[in-house]
């Protein structure tokens, strides 16, 4: 089992930028796919972005454009850099470990969570 603990997310303001960090230990890091997905109140959780282990991506079309995924194997952490906010990005950010290498983005094919991270952006 993995342990996922993200840090980064905040306050701010439309059209600023935040970078989430997401950092695992436990299982082997490298081996699988890692995402982010998130959950605005009364709303279900849904997929960010999803990166797989040689680096290839794939991003949910609200964000495409403005959110960037990325890893850092040797870290044991996966990044989301996140521009040009906006009002409706507001929500739980949580980080998770796909249970395969490729590039998943339903939440069932996802094994291990994070705490999650608010992200609140201001109009």
């Known amino acids: 089992q993995v342990q996922l603990v993200e840090s980064g997310g905040g306050l701010v303001q439309a059209g600023g930028s935040l970078r989430l960090s997401c950092t695992a230990s436990?299982?082997?890091?490298?081996?699988?796919?890692m995402g982010w997905f998130r959950q605005a109140p009364g709303k279900e959780r849904e997929f960010v972005a999803v990166?797989?282990?040689?680096?290839?991506?794939y991003y949910a079309d609200s964000v495409k454009g403005r959110f960037t995924i990325s890893r850092d194997n040797a870290k044991n952490t996966v990044y989301l850099q996140m521009i040009s906010l906006k009002p409706e990005d507001t929500a739980v950010y949580y980080c998770?470990?796909?249970?395969?290498?490729?590039?998943?983005?339903?939440?069932?094919?996802?094994?291990?969570w994070g705490q999650g991270t608010q992200v609140t952006v201001s109009s």
């Open positions: 436990g299982r082997t890091f490298s081996a699988y796919a």
């Open positions: 998770a470990q796909a249970v395969t290498p490729g590039l998943v983005t339903t939440v069932d094919h996802f094994g291990s």
């Open positions: 990166i797989n282990r040689p680096g290839g991506t």
